[in-house]
Antibody, heavy 118, light 106 residues
Framework: EVQLVESGGGLVQPGRSLRLSCAASGFTFDDYAMDWVRQAPGKGLEWVSGISWNSGRIGYGDSVKGRFTISRDNAKNSLYLQMNSLRVEDTALYYCVRGRYDDVFDIWGQGTMVTVSS | DIQMTQSPSSLSASVGDRVIITCQAS??????LNWYQQKPGKAPRLLIYEASNLDTGVPSRFSGSGSGTDFTFTITSLQPEDIATYYC????????FGQGTRLEIK
């Protein structure tokens, strides 16, 4: 079964850091780009960051550029998101997403909740 | 960034109705457009990719069309299980989503 399982979310104070992880299974991980998409409570979807299969191409949304870093470990079938200088407005459910043809998001995890609050 | 404008933002329709949602891009995105369905409390699901291609296992009552800046998503005969929020997403440049269309049963 193709599956993405996120972990690492939680409650954190503004200005602090958090690292999200995503464990992939059921498919050849290094055949695909991977992305993070978030959804603030009661709001729509926002693309956060994406990484190509070999980490050669990386992109970030304007709201997280300079604060978040995406990475992957193909040997461990894992995707990561290092989030620094967190803000209240980063509060959201963070989805790990598989990118078919790079940015066709065909498989989604169940999400991990990040709450930034003092 | 390319802006995606969905219409309407919410919609109420009866079972069996034809439902149409539109998505307009702020610049030409060719056919680099996807449609997703999100049911309450669930992760989004890919329905349509490259503007008009039905993803595997998606019922044929769903369809998409368009190119350039104007796109349409259609449900030919609304079913109760179609209650959800629908999003368009472009990927001509860094991905961006429309604001979503909440679909309810009348």
């Amino acid at each position: 079964e193709v599956q993405l399982v996120e972990s690492g979310g939680g409650l954190v104070q503004p200005g602090r850091s958090l690292r999200l992880s995503c464990a992939a299974s059921g498919f050849t991980f290094d055949d695909y780009a991977m992305d993070w998409v978030r959804q603030a409570p009661g709001k729509g979807l926002e693309w956060v960051s994406g990484i190509s299969w070999n980490s050669g191409r990386i992109g970030y949304g304007d709201s997280v550029k300079g604060r978040f870093t995406i990475s992957r470990d193909n040997a461990k079938n894992s995707l990561y998101l290092q989030m620094n200088s967190l803000r209240v407005e980063d509060t959201a459910l963070y989805y790990c997403v598989r990118g078919r043809y790079d940015d066709v998001f065909d498989i989604w995890g169940q999400g991990t909740m990040v709450t930034v609050s003092s | 960034d390319i802006q995606m404008t969905q219409s309407p933002s919410s919609l109420s329709a009866s079972v069996g109705d034809r439902v149409i949602i539109t998505c307009q891009a702020s610049e030409d995105i060719s056919n680099y457009l996807n449609w997703y369905q999100q049911k309450p409390g669930k992760a989004p699901r890919l329905l349509i990719y490259e503007a008009s291609n039905l993803d595997t296992g998606v019922p044929s009552r769903f369809s998409g069309s368009g190119s350039g800046t104007d796109f349409t998503f259609t449900i030919t005969s609304l079913q109760p299980e179609d209650i959800a929020t629908y999003y368009c997403q472009q990927y001509e440049n860094l991905p961006t989503f429309g604001q979503g269309t909440r679909l309810e049963i009348k």
